[in-house]
């Protein structure tokens, strides 16, 4: 289930939709809303079964509106939803070989667990005795089994969400659906909730597909990431590719520690392109596929991570470096956050926490940044 | 809908959530809770007073208009009926007079099945308007513009209305015989609809129903739509979700507006008289005769059997939902 990351790991968005019979594919998906508005547009992708799927994007991006298409609480404008060969776009939900886990849980308030998770096998016509003992390993499988009797209210919010977990993956869908799972659960369980769910969907071997507006938890849970704003897919890549290599300026701001150098081409020798921009900040980038030629508009991006500070300092206008202000030493725990200024443009740096004692209290210095050549990446605009 | 990528793997041996990292974030969550808590149970312990001081005002109003009558009319169901009036002397003769006394009987009974039929009809003619107006109306200004629409009658004087559903509407001459001889139902003006039984079931039915629309309305209007949607996306048809979600939820609204309308229409006077015109006797009716008569202990005892059975009914229709945890 895990080497599956190797299969696909970028230019999926891109990429032509291709009806294969195993696995779900979104074909053209588009939604506009009365009124006009588009919430998803044009949305092509395929995920196989076993695959840990994460939408990604700012609130407002589309991506719960995929989600709810797929498991049919919203109706398509265009396009279709291919499950193993089978077109869903005409079933109503509870025909649909998906079960969603919705974002505040939804548990029925005046069932027990038990009665919550049995409800799925019930709908289904599997007999009384059955179920039961369906329903109780399932809650079993969340660890719950000793809280059967108790009602949502008397539960925490961490049980609550596994009672959802089990109520849904007893009825055995084909894809899990996810809508912000974590999102009501208190940070610290969140956090420990994320290794477990994503380890017991490797066990299950089952298609789970989560949306979240969380950069860290798509990044720790997913197999591969797919990035969305204002309706479109912008990038469908694996986490480090995500996090290291940004396709378009909207990914690199939305993930968040990006510096980002927007300036012209000034050199180009086949691959390797220099971008300058106003405060003579030049940045080298290896782009195989940039169609750029000298004098165009260009924007490189290169992660905070990535830079790292010179004290000694190399001389002004060396490339891939620059000389900064220090706006404010942030300190993380395991890392500093150093913001600075050069010129008129932000820029981070993130460094390792054994160098806060030097940086500390040095806010109004100049210091030096550098970073490599091949930690530079040509956006798309 | 078996899932035909599980590996043999996860089947031969149980899945399971590796819980111990959970719980014991759990376990440090839960340490913070008792300091909370306790902060919150003292300062309500301190705003008591405060809330006792407010309701203070209401609970002496309740006291004197109502419970202080009530315990009269019983004082006076147990003494002893003279031309005058009566005087206090004890006894149980007011009771044993109405327990042989047929025609009470048969007023109750009839009564009862007048109020259970009102219960029911609007229940199933007002459950439909209240999920239309709660769950397929979209935008809250519709909603509440239609919710004030549906309260419209009640702009209007009871009395007015009652009278209106007489000559004008029921009558032999009214809107409703009209209508069917034109329609050609019927060649005759059907007498039963003016002060008949017939009339005033229909009449307590139009006049009570927004006591059952507007508890459901309520109720209905705080389903969980979200539970809504995931049971339909677990298997559930319509009927399904209706049974196991929206039933559940609704049951304190359909006991809240049950008891109104049990309630009202048992007790009921001013419908019966009007309506009824004077052919039809209630509880509430035989109540005011005997009143009108100067039999005050007798019509005491009947208000307090009435009482009685008033409650009796209101503890079985709770049972039916816990209203305390359900609402």
């Known amino acids: ?381 | 809908m078996a899932s035909s990528s599980t590996p043999d793997a996860a089947r031969n041996r149980p899945t399971r959530l590796a819980l111990g990292e959970v719980e014991e974030a759990e376990g440090i969550l839960r340490q913070q809770l008792p300091e909370a808590t306790g902060g919150a149970r003292e300062g309500g312990r301190k705003g008591g007073w405060g809330t006792a001081a407010l309701a203070a005002p209401g609970m002496l109003w309740i006291g004197f208009y109502l419970v202080a009558p009530l315990v009269i009319i019983i004082l006076v169901s147990f003494w002893t009926w003279t031309d005058a009036g009566f005087d206090r002397s004890w006894t149980l003769a007011n009771y044993s007079e109405l327990f042989h006394d047929s025609a009470y009987w048969h007023n109750m009974l009839s009564t009862l099945v007048t109020s259970l039929i009102a219960v029911v009809a609007c229940l199933i003619l007002g459950f439909p308007v209240a999920y239309f107006l709660a769950l397929k109306v979209q935008s809250l200004r519709l909603q509440v513009g239609l919710f004030v629409i549906a309260l419209a009658p009640f702009w209007t004087s009871f009395l007015t209305r009652a009278i209106a559903w007489t000559f004008p509407l029921m009558g032999r001459e009214g809107a409703l015989n009209q209508i069917l001889i034109k329609l050609h139902v019927i060649s005759e003006p059907i007498q039963a609809f003016g002060f008949s039984t017939l009339s005033v079931r229909l009449a307590m039915i139009q006049l009570y129903i927004l006591f059952m629309i507007t508890p459901l309305f309520f109720t209905l209007a705080q389903v969980d739509r979200s539970a809504l949607e995931s049971s339909r996306d677990l298997g559930a048809n319509w009927w399904g979700s209706f049974r196991e979600v929206i039933l559940p939820q609704t049951m304190p609204g359909i006991v809240i507006g049950s008891i109104f309308i049990f309630v009202l229409t048992m007790g009921d006077y001013g419908t019966v008289a009007t309506v009824g015109g004077g052919n039809i006797t209630s509880v509430g009716t035989l109540i005011n005769s005997k009143i009108g008569a100067v039999q005050y202990p007798q019509g005491a005892a009947s208000a307090v059997l009435l009482v009685i059975l008033l409650m009796g009914a209101v503890w079985v229709i709770t049972r039916f939902s816990n209203l305390r945890e359900d609402l």
């Open chain 1, 1 to 381: 289930m895990v080497d599956q990351e190797e299969a696909h790991t970028e230019g999926a968005a891109t990429a032509a939709p291709s009806v294969t019979h195993s696995g779900l594919d979104l074909i053209g998906l588009t939604k506009v809303f009365p009124g006009g508005t588009a919430a998803v547009a044009d949305v092509n992708l395929h995920v196989d079964h076993g695959e840990y799927v994460v939408l990604l994007g700012p609130s407002g991006c589309g991506k719960t509106t995929t989600l709810r298409m797929i498991g049919g609480h919203e109706y398509p404008t265009e396009g279709d939803i291919v499950l193993d060969g089978q077109s869903l776009v005409d079933l109503p939900p509870h025909k649909r070989p998906t079960t969603t886990v919705f974002q505040h849980f939804a548990l029925f308030p005046h069932r027990t667990s038990l009665q919550n998770v049995e409800f799925g096998l019930k709908m289904h016509g599997v007999g009384k005795e059955e179920r039961r003992k369906l329903a109780l390993e399932a809650l079993d499988m969340v660890g719950l089994a000793g809280y059967k009797d108790r009602k949502p209210g008397a539960l925490s919010g961490g049980q609550q969400q596994r009672v959802a977990l089990a109520r849904v993956l007893v009825t055995k869908p084909k894809a899990l659906l996810l809508d912000e799972p974590l999102g009501d659960l208190d940070r610290l369980l969140q956090l420990r909730m994320r290794v477990e769910l994503r380890n017991l969907q490797r066990e299950l071997g089952l298609m789970f597909i989560h949306v979240t507006h969380n950069q860290e938890e798509a990044l720790s849970m997913a197999d591969r990431i797919v990035v969305m704003n204002e309706a479109r897919i912008q990038q469908v890549a694996d986490p480090l590719t995500v996090a290291t290599k940004p396709a378009t300026e909207i990914v690199a701001r939305f993930m968040g520690d990006n510096n980002i150098i927007r300036g012209k081409v000034v050199e180009r020798e086949g691959d390797r392109l220099v971008v300058e921009d106003d405060e003579h900040i030049r940045a080298s980038v290896i782009a195989p596929n940039a169609r750029h030629a000298v004098g165009d508009p260009a924007m490189v991006s290169v992660r905070a991570a990535a830079v790292t500070v010179d004290e000694t300092g190399s001389a002004p206008g060396t490339l891939n470096s620059a000389e900064c202000e220090i706006v404010f030493v942030e300190f993380l725990g395991d890392l500093v956050k150093l913001h600075l200024m050069t010129g008129g443009e932000r820029m981070l740096a993130k460094v390792n926490a054994q160098e806060y004692p030097s940086l500390r209290g040095r806010e109004g210095e100049r210091i030096r940044i550098s970073w490599k050549e091949e930690d530079g990446q040509l956006l798309d605009a």
